[in-house]
Nanobody, 115 residues
């Protein structure tokens, strides 16, 4: 059993910053990939950023230069630092991990960017 606990969402003004965290616990063998997806109302879930066990990253074009993903392997935690937020970033953000070649999702955390 693998559990994901997310934190860090909330309401922020345009131009502001937020940091999301996701900690993985349970029957963890090898965490292959960790990352974040988002889903805005009426839209499909889409990639925000992912990071693999070697530290290589991949970002959606819309967040390049504004968001930064990192991971602490000792804590089984992945972070998403989000800067220069705009209303278009408003969505539910889901943590994603691939553990032992199986996919797991967090419950989602709401990020709202509004003045």
């Amino acid at each position: 059993q693998v559990q994901l606990v997310e934190s860090g969402g909330g309401l922020v003004q345009p131009g502001g910053s937020l940091r999301l965290s996701c900690t993985v616990s349970g029957s963890i063998g090898s965490i292959i990939v960790m990352g974040w997806y988002c889903q805005a109302p009426g839209k499909q879930r889409e990639l925000v950023a992912v990071i693999n066990s070697g530290g290589s990253t991949n970002y959606a074009d819309s967040v390049k230069g504004r968001f930064s993903i990192s991971r602490d392997n000792a804590k089984n935690t992945v972070y998403l630092q989000m800067n220069s937020l705009s209303p278009e970033d408003t969505a539910v953000y889901y943590c994603y991990v691939n553990v032992n070649w199986r996919n797991y999702w967090g419950q989602g955390t709401q990020v709202t960017v509004s003045s």
